[in-house]
């Protein structure tokens, strides 16, 4: 028996579609599992016809597509370890399923089952890797879907330096080893699923994109997405992403402006030096707990955490007054174009540090196994 594939189907209040779906997903190999969110007592016929070839899980109220797919990954991870494929005299032979790949598929009919099958091929080879089933964005595509997904892709190049095409496909097929740490990842609605890019993106996780059939049924009108609300909570989390740093550097430069015309006006030896170092504990402050907090959301000791950041932050601090020091005195540079200049060279150094050392998620995956359990209880 080859690698177990399964697709897991988030749906709000879908057609017959759906049931197509299921059919000719079933035919290229695929175990399937339904979530109905939410959907009501009118969509009842079409889940109790799913449930003839699929797991079926039900939310009681609709939760949004992105604690959909947590219910999913959760029953999966759970319930779906193991496959029985032979009976025979002397018991049952099970065959292990802990190297499954799961591919997340919309359930009104934008995905064809070719492309899913492809993709989950892919993240059988490319094992720890998020594979994207991407859209071309050519032909008769609507302008709605066109001017967001540029919108959002070109935004979060900018805020992870990580170039995707198509941001907002529903098509990822991925490695079941990957669930634990894809349920900690927050978000309920369709900001989950720009959340799983940012924060691989983070942890350096490789995602990969195959190109598929671009779909669009009777001009997406079957589609859920609030433009307004979803489009809020999308770029509300991209701007919380790329914020950090700029910030830092905000209270960095007003801090070192009003030191310098300070020290200028008291007639102090060695203002710039003075200058630079208060504005840098400032800011230092603020952007460790931002950091810890919000943007890595690292569960690191902070005695430790605070620790190793603060010894980097020293160590960037006397590079940094060196550099300044020499663009101000060697090469004459005017000493606010000078600060923006060293800010910028040593911004790389503190964020691949902090990255990979100080709030390294590293073990995430694990954290996850410990709390997947609590994650969306479906009745």
């Known amino acids: 028996m080859g690698k177990r594939y399964i697709a897991l189907i988030p749906a709000y209040e879908p057609d017959t579609k759906m049931l197509t779906l299921i059919d000719e997903l079933k035919t290229k190999g695929f175990e399937i599992v339904v979530v109905d969110d939410g959907s009501g007592a009118g969509y009842e016929d079409i889940f109790e016809k799913a449930e003839q070839k699929a797991v079926v899980l039900t939310h009681k109220t609709n939760k949004g597509k992105g604690a959909a797919i947590k219910t999913g990954l959760n ?113 309920d609605r369709y900001e989950y699923e720009i959340n799983m890019l940012l924060e691989l993106a983070r942890e350096g996780t490789p995602i990969i994109e195959e190109d598929i059939e671009t779909v669009y049924i009777e001009g997406n009108k079957s589609s859920h997405f609030d433009t307004v609300r979803d489009s809020f909570k999308i770029y509300k989390e991209i701007i919380k992403f790329s914020a950090s740093s700029f910030i830092g550097f905000l209270i960095d430069y007003i801090a070192f402006a009003a030191l310098m015309l300070t020290t200028g006006a008291a007639g102090l030896a060695h203002g710039l030096i003075i200058s630079n170092i208060g504005a840098r504990v400032l800011s230092s402050l603020a952007n460790y707990s931002i950091n810890r907090k919000l943007v890595f959301k690292s569960k690191a000791k902070v005695a430790t955490s605070a620790l190793q950041y603060f010894l980097l932050a020293g160590i ?64």
Not at 141 to 166: E, Q
């Open 75 to 187: 029953y999966i991870y759970k319930y779906m370890a193991y496959s029985e494929t032979e009976k025979t005299a002397t018991g049952t032979i099970r065959t292990s399923g802990k190297d499954s790949v799961i591919v997340t598929v919309d359930a009104d009919g934008q995905h064809t089952p070719e492309d899913a099958l492809r993709i989950a091929k892919i993240a059988e080879v490319k094992k720890d890797a998020l594979v994207l089933g991407s859209r071309e964005f050519t032909g008769d595509v609507p302008a709605r879907s066109m001017m967001g997904n540029t919108i959002t892709r070109h935004v979060y190049s900018l805020a992870t330096g990580v170039d995707v095409r198509d941001t907002q496909t529903g098509l990822r097929a991925f490695g079941r080893t990957m669930i634990p740490g894809l349920l900690e990842i927050e978000g």
């Open 316 to 379: 960037i601090l006397i590079g940094n007054t060196i550099v300044l020091s020499t663009f101000t005195g060697a090469l004459e540079m005017n000493s606010m174009l000078a600060k923006v200049l060293t800010e910028m060279l040593f911004f790389f150094i503190s964020w691949t540090v902090q990255k990979y050392v100080i709030f390294y998620k590293g073990d995430r995956y694990e954290q996850g196994k410990e709390s997947f359990n609590s994650i969306h209880d479906c009745t």
